[in-house]
Every structure is written in C-alpha cells, then in structure tokens.
C-alpha cells in the first residue's frame, strides 16, 4: 500500500472519527487544524487506525508525529514490512 491509498483510508477514518464529513488531511495537516481533535479523540482515533489497517502503533512513534504526513509514513511502513 502506497501513502497515496494510506491518506484515501486515513482520510475515511478522520471523517468517522471526528463525524465531519469536510474534514480534509493532508501530509502537513495537525490536531490544530481540526476542531475537536483533543487528546481524547486522539486516542480514539489512534485506536480506529490502528483497527482498520491491522498495525499497532508504539507509545514512542506516537509520540514523536508532527503532522499526518509522518504518520502515513509510519502507517506505510508497518503495512510494508
């Protein structure tokens, strides 16, 4: 799976999360630009990701994402190990 199909999914997952259906990401996307994106919903988001490509995340590699683009990029490398 390329970042390009990681991004369609993850785009699908924020709309579900979040219940926004205009909700747009990108690679430089951030909790701040979306409005209800708090730790509690981080979490749960997270969770959903993690459910719908069958990875599971490290606290650290959580921990350490800026934007949504690194973590597709940590998404597509679990995905392609």
Do not use: P
């Amino acid at each position: 799976m390329d970042n390009t199909e990681v991004m369609v999914r993850l785009t699908a997952i924020f709309r579900d999360v979040f219940d926004d259906d205009s909700i747009i990401i990108n690679d430089k996307s951030v909790s701040s630009d979306i409005e209800d994106w708090d730790s509690l919903n981080n979490i749960r988001l997270m969770v959903t990701i993690e459910e719908a490509f069958g990875i599971q995340f490290d606290t650290a590699q959580l921990n350490g994402l800026a934007n949504v683009g690194e973590l597709v990029t940590v998404i597509t490398g679990k995905l392609n190990t």
